[in-house]
Structure formats: structure tokens, C-alpha cells
């Protein structure tokens, strides 16, 4: 009999440390974006100071970018969390509506955690170009990004909402944002497109004397293109503190919003380390904006209305909203404290001298 009960004892304690040690090896991976490009670095933060704290290892993947992330975090195993850029996602929303199969079994199950920063878009042409503002691009060599990335979407979709039109098939090179501005330089295409929330390795660690062959396009506010664009894009503009030894003004241009993005998971041990997860995302969100890339210090933790076909996860959404509610209580009860302090402060400088009735019912001092 004792014999048996230490069995099983030693079965359950067994069972405890298989469970444990599974909770605390959650190993997943985020895709994100090219390894000079801003998505990379976001990843990386959000493994240090989100993931690590929650107990999971987070991999961070790079890749082309958005419309790869999307299909990897699909398709592809262990690929738990993705970042995606918003017209990318809307594109597909709106070809799953149309009636495409393949892009609404993509889409469909997959669900928002938040969304993040917005990500500036870069028109570059090289400092001897006559091209002063965005609108004088069409019919030009331009590099779109590669197929499968973010940039590339809005590159084509951009175009097309300016002009009416697609780029010419001629005119349109899919190239590696690196390879873009080096076909740029030696003059094989006129304009590289580029997607990035700024300041962007890709500039800030390019070789001097090359950056100075180089330089952006503005956005022209009274061309017509101008307002069609707005149709989808918001203005934005490059800040010269954003490239101090580069820039000598801002730059107007156009961007595009970053989201976190999962899929609708409902086995038991994803939804607890997605739920930890979210937790640790709020508790650690100041050391996000403090230590992490300055694009952080633009997220807001916050839970806007989505458009339709946009669906947050909603096992995160309820942690990060009781989380938020948290917050923001004990923001104002802060405020309150502080005001109520301040209040106490001015009420002892303005009181009478105390009598010697209230020194005597302990009234004084209060």
C-alpha cells in the first residue's frame, strides 16, 4: 500500500515538474521585417522586455516583410506573433471580401493584438535628380521593395491612387531596400521606395559620402495626386532630429501604421502564455517607451475601433482592456493624491494660529 501511494506521489510530482518546466519553455517566434529595418528592432524589444518576463523564449525572425508575415504567421509552426503593416492587412481583408478564397482562409483566422507606430514611407532619388515632390513619379524606374514585403504593397498601392494606374511593368523593380539605393546611386532605376519608422539603420549606419548622393522626395499638399493619396495614407513628416548629420530640413511624406498581430488560438497553453504575454506587455510598457526603440515613445496602449474584417484576439483584448482599467485608476487616484496634498499644502500656509482649545482636541497640525 505505501508502496503504491509513493508511486503515485512520485508520478504526480513527476507530472508537476514536466508541467512547470513546460510553462517556463514556451518557445515561440515573432517575423518581422529586413535586419536594417525598424520592424527587427521592435521585435527584439518586445522579446526583451514582454516576452522574457513572461516566461517565453521569442525568436525574432526576419523577413521580407508584412505580406510574408502575414502568410508565415498562417501557415508556418511556432510562428505566434507577426508584424504587419495596416494597408498590407486591409489588402487582404479586401480580397477575402471579393470573393478570393486563398486570401480570406489566410486572413480570416488571424486576429489583432494592438496596434503600434506609424511607419514613415521614404521616396529616394539621388541629389542630381530634377524630381522635387512625390507626384513626379509616374512613369519612372522605381524599386517597389521585394515581393512579399509591406513596402511593396504600399509602393503599388500609392501609385496607383495618385495616378490611376498601376506602375508600368516595365518600370518596376523589386529590389532589397539595400540594393534599391545602390541601383539608385549608379543611376538603374530613378526612385526606391522605402518603408520604415524612422530614425532607420538603413540610413543612420549608411556610409557618409553615400548618403550624400541621395535624398527624399516631399509631398506636394496642393497637387491632386496629393489628395487622392489621402484616400488611404495619412501625412507624416521626416524629422531632421531623426538623421542630424543628414537632414538640413523636415521632409512631408506619407505613412502607414504598424500592428501586432496573432491568430485566433484556443488550445489551452497558447491562450496562457498569450494571456502572460499581454500582461507583461502593459506592466512592461514604460520600459518599452524608455529603453526601447524611439518609435515606442509614438504607441499609445491603447484599444481603438476597428474597421470591418478587423478583429482583435479576444483572451488578449480582455486582459490588456482589465489592464488598462488598472492603469488608469491608479492614474487618477494619483491625481487625486497630488490634488489633494496640494490642497492640504495651500489650506496649513492659509490657517489661523491654532487655540488653545483645538492644540487640546489634537486639531492642530491636521
Not at 489551452?268 to 498569450?274: A, F, I, W, Y
Not at 489650506?347 to 494660529?353: C, E, I
Request: aromatic residues 8%.
Amino acid at each position: 500500500m505505501l508502496k503504491a501511494i509513493l508511486t503515485g506521489l512520485a508520478g504526480l510530482i513527476a507530472l508537476l515538474f514536466v508541467t512547470l518546466a513546460a510553462a517556463a519553455n514556451a518557445h515561440y517566434k515573432i517575423v518581422t521585417g529586413p535586419e536594417r529595418g525598424t520592424y527587427i528592432q521592435i521585435g527584439n524589444d518586445l522579446s526583451k522586455w514582454v516576452a522574457q518576463p513572461a516566461g517565453i523564449d521569442l525568436d525574432v525572425i526576419p523577413s521580407k516583410g508584412s505580406a510574408e508575415n502575414v502568410q508565415r504567421m498562417r501557415f508556418e509552426p511556432g510562428v505566434k506573433l507577426a508584424l504587419v503593416q495596416s494597408d498590407v492587412y486591409q489588402a487582404y481583408v479586401d480580397m477575402a471580401n471579393s470573393g478570393n478564397e486563398d486570401a480570406g482562409t489566410t486572413i480570416r483566422p488571424l486576429r489583432l493584438i494592438m496596434p503600434l507606430y506609424d511607419e514613415e514611407i521614404y521616396f529616394v532619388v539621388r541629389n542630381d535628380s530634377p524630381m522635387k515632390t512625390i507626384n513626379e513619379i509616374k512613369d519612372k524606374v522605381i524599386s517597389v521593395g521585394l515581393i512579399g514585403s509591406g513596402t511593396a504593397q504600399s509602393a503599388t498601392t500609392l501609385y496607383r491612387l495618385m495616378f490611376g494606374q498601376p506602375i508600368p511593368e516595365q518600370n518596376a523593380q523589386h529590389l532589397s531596400n539595400e540594393d534599391a539605393l545602390a541601383a539608385l546611386i549608379v543611376k538603374k532605376i530613378d526612385v526606391a521606395i522605402i518603408v520604415a519608422g524612422q530614425p532607420a539603420k538603413l540610413f543612420t549606419e549608411m556610409n557618409p559620402d553615400l548618403l550624400q548622393q541621395i535624398r527624399f522626395l516631399r509631398v506636394d499638399p496642393n497637387a491632386p495626386e496629393t489628395a487622392r493619396a489621402k484616400q488611404t495614407y495619412f501625412p507624416a513628416t521626416i524629422r531632421v532630429s531623426s538623421y542630424p548629420n543628414w537632414l538640413k530640413e523636415d521632409v512631408p511624406t506619407w505613412t502607414v501604421k504598424a500592428f501586432l498581430v496573432t491568430y485566433d488560438y484556443n488550445l489551452r497553453d497558447t491562450v496562457g502564455n498569450l494571456n502572460r504575454f499581454a500582461d507583461s506587455l502593459c506592466d512592461n510598457f514604460d520600459n518599452l517607451q524608455e529603453h526601447g526603440h524611439p518609435k515606442w515613445k509614438q504607441v499609445k496602449l491603447e484599444l481603438p475601433a476597428l474597421g470591418k474584417g478587423w478583429q482583435y484576439y479576444p483572451p488578449v483584448e480582455k486582459h490588456l482592456k482589465a489592464c488598462l482599467a488598472h492603469r488608469a485608476a491608479t492614474q487618477a487616484a494619483g491625481a487625486a493624491g497630488t490634488e489633494r496634498a496640494a490642497a492640504a499644502t495651500t489650506q496649513k500656509v492659509n490657517r489661523r494660529p491654532c487655540s488653545e482649545q483645538e492644540r487640546l482636541l489634537l486639531l492642530c497640525g491636521k
